[in-house]
């Protein structure tokens, strides 16, 4: 979808449809042995509103926090605006960070739920969403979530991905700097039910 699409719908649809918006992030939840997960799948505003349909936050099922930004760019590219990003010209890519409670929900699960809600064998596009920015990848915090999201990619490209002929072209790369990004994209099809919604944001299997 187009960039210009995009900063026309800054405004949440909900004043038009009159439905309340809720937000997610409004329970202060917190545990000692919280981790965090980072997942690029394209438009970061469907992959956020897909995993908090999974694991809502107010319902407690494991997910904590959601945010949306930037990560993944140039070394000499900090604090990158939507524009910027989409241009392309920063190399980073919009991306999803969570922060979970693992005797909740672990890490594999969501590393599986991550393969299964988009499509990880296109190569810097989503749907009609091209450029580095809708590129898939898993930035792992740890040499565990390393070793997890090598093991689950393998499995599921055996399981699902393989039997079709395709291969996975998701990149597994170690955490960097994270930008947050702008409000207004925050639980951006929270406030907007009938904004754009990348197609490929579903469930696979």
Known sequence: MSLLFRLL???????????PYVPQ?????SVPRSQVAIFAAGCFWGVEHIFLKQWPIKENKGI???????TGGRADSTNPTYQEV??????HAEALRIEFDPSK????ELVEYFYRTHDPT??????VDGGTQYRSAIFFNTPEQESIACRVTQEVQEKHFTPKGQ????????AGPWY????????YLFKNPNGYHCPTHRLHW
């Open 9 to 19: 719908t800054v405004f949440p649809l909900s004043l038009v449809t009159g439905k």
């Open 25 to 29: 992030n409004a329970k202060n939840t």
């Open 64 to 70: 904590l926090k959601s945010a949306v930004g930037y």
């Open 86 to 91: 989409c241009s392309g010209t920063t190399n």
């Open 105 to 108: 929900v672990t890490y594999d």
């Open 122 to 127: 296109t190569l810097n596009s989503q749907g």
């Open 167 to 174: 291969k996975i072209v998701t990149t597994i790369e170690e």
């Open 180 to 187: 947050g990004a702008e409000d207004y994209h925050q639980e």
